[in-house]
């Protein structure tokens, strides 16, 4: 049954991601190329467009995903309906319950050198799934037929100069400071959108 499968995934995802939803990503892309739910293409779409949207970044990608999943079943646009739901609540489950007992023992054990050690672990490998997230990602935007899995020498036959000099030019816009704030996130996120356009829809640089 494909939303069993479903919600069993993104349960295990969502009880292992420590750190933030970036942190997901190397499992969520694992787990899509090991079931076949979404090209990779698709999957890099999803990740702008659930960045993009309102909402938490996890939460919202693992709602694509379902829904994308779930039209694929006899089902048809309910599937894709019951998918977004299922992967939803999959995900934020045991965030959910978790949350609930820390809160219950946080007061109790937050200064046990055992539980500061544990968090002290955490620490360096939540840190190493978010770079391992930067990576995947970077690389499917600015190598596009590099498969990060399988490296080859003709994954590097293709290099998209513009992809990275606009993703460079927004890194560094988002440093900029206008007085005393930095350029809002939003207005990054449009600019790149009307970048994205005008580059490669307008003047049809290849992607």
């Known amino acids: 049954m494909p939303f069993l499968l479903l919600f069993w995934e993104y349960f295990k995802i969502g009880l292992f991601t420590i750190g933030g939803g970036y942190v997901m990503l190397p499992m969520v892309m694992q787990v899509v190329e090991k079931h076949g739910w979404v090209a990779s293409e698709e999957l890099l779409n999803f990740v702008g467009i659930a960045e993009s ?11 694509f995903i379902g829904m994308q ?84 020498s003709q994954g590097f036959d293709k290099f998209s100069w513009v992809s990275l000099i606009i993703m460079v030019a927004l890194l560094v816009l988002s440093r900029v400071r206008l007085g005393k704030k930095k350029i809002h996130p939003i207005l990054l996120i449009l600019l790149s959108a009307v970048a994205g356009v005008v580059v490669f829809g307008v003047c049809k640089v290849p992607i």
């Open 53 to 63: 949207t309102p909402g938490p970044f996890a939460i919202n990608l693992a709602t």
């Open 69 to 152: 999943v779930g039209k694929e079943t006899s089902l048809g646009l309910f599937g894709g309906f019951l998918g977004a739901i299922v992967a939803t609540v999959g995900v934020v489950l045991p965030s959910l319950v978790i949350i609930i007992v820390v809160t219950k023992l946080l007061l109790k054990f937050k200064s046990n050198k055992y539980v500061q050690g544990v968090l002290g672990g955490i620490k360096p490998v939540v840190w190493g799934l978010i770079l391992s997230a930067i990576v995947t990602v970077g690389c499917a935007v600015v190598l596009p037929n590099l498969d990060t899995a399988n490296i080859t």
